[in-house]
């Protein structure tokens, strides 16, 4: 049985860069994981409740090897454990919480590495790391538009782009289902919805990320929905320049507003 053990932990440096797991709809409800953030707020359906389902490993295509690394290694130099999951000594490391004292801008300059895409959500995976020590998903956008600054990431109509986030739930290969790092949220990303976005694009590993807290809106109903809780507080205060319009009239609005930033 030791034998055994051993092995299966040695497989999991082998396997893990090949998980692509993919979204298992259907699935029963689990208990709480240690590695969750909290155990509070979660019976308040919150918006990210689909990030607590367990899915597990498919046949998805993955990136060539070297932007899976790059992958890899951020998010555990953002987010890794002290030590590989399985290991009964690991503490996560949580992900940090930007502390803003004032509204940022609506729609910021953009520079080398943002980009404002219309875009809809079509599927999710999560991955564990090579080194076994965190936990990230990825989130299929399939781009209507895109508006970039000059130099910036080029985003072809009609591609799909990786916004990765952390955390997410697993089957893991050594026989447990694993959440780790997923805090419960008022506002996320919903399956098969329409998102104006603002993300930040990683040349290293081609993927992007975003900020939970600021820069997105729900264009699925028709309009612009805010839909992080900064963005709801500016639409309150009567700031919002983008809050309530059409998905023409911000296109119209952003080639004004994208040009003219600061």
Request: proline letters at 8%.
């Amino acid at each position: 049985m030791k034998r055994l053990f051993l092995l299966g932990r040695l497989t999991v440096f082998c396997v893990a860069t090949l998980i692509g797991i993919l979204q298992s709809p259907g699935q029963s409800p689990r208990q709480q994981d240690p590695f969750e953030s909290t155990k509070k707020g979660w019976g308040r359906d919150p918006a990210n409740s689909w990030m607590r389902t367990p899915v597990t490993p498919g046949n998805e295509r993955d990136p060539q090897p070297a932007a899976r690394m790059a992958r890899d290694n951020y998010w555990d130099n953002l987010i890794g454990a002290s030590a590989p999951l399985f290991e009964p000594s690991a503490q996560a490391r949580q992900m940090p919480i930007a502390d803003m004292k004032s509204l940022p801008p609506e729609v910021p300059e953009l520079g080398l590495t943002r980009v404002l895409m219309i875009g809809k959500f079509e599927r999710y995976r999560s991955f564990i790391s090579a080194s076994a020590r965190s936990v990230y998903t990825e989130i299929d956008i399939r781009v209507d538009r895109a508006f970039a600054g000059t130099g910036g990431p080029y985003v072809n109509e009609n591609s799909v782009v990786q916004i990765e986030r952390p955390g997410g739930t697993v089957n893991t290969p050594w026989g447990k289902v694993l959440s780790y790092v997923i805090r419960p949220s008022e506002y996320d990303f919903q399956p098969g919805h329409t998102y104006l976005v603002l993300a930040s694009y990683h040349r290293e590993g081609d993927f992007y990320t975003v900020n939970d807290k600021r820069g997105r809106w729900d264009l699925t109903t028709g309009t612009a929905i805010p839909d992080t809780s900064i963005e709801v507080i500016r639409t309150r205060k009567g700031l919002s320049q983008l809050s309530g319009l059409t998905k023409a009239q911000i296109e119209d609005k952003l080639e004004q507003l994208v040009s003219k930033a600061p």
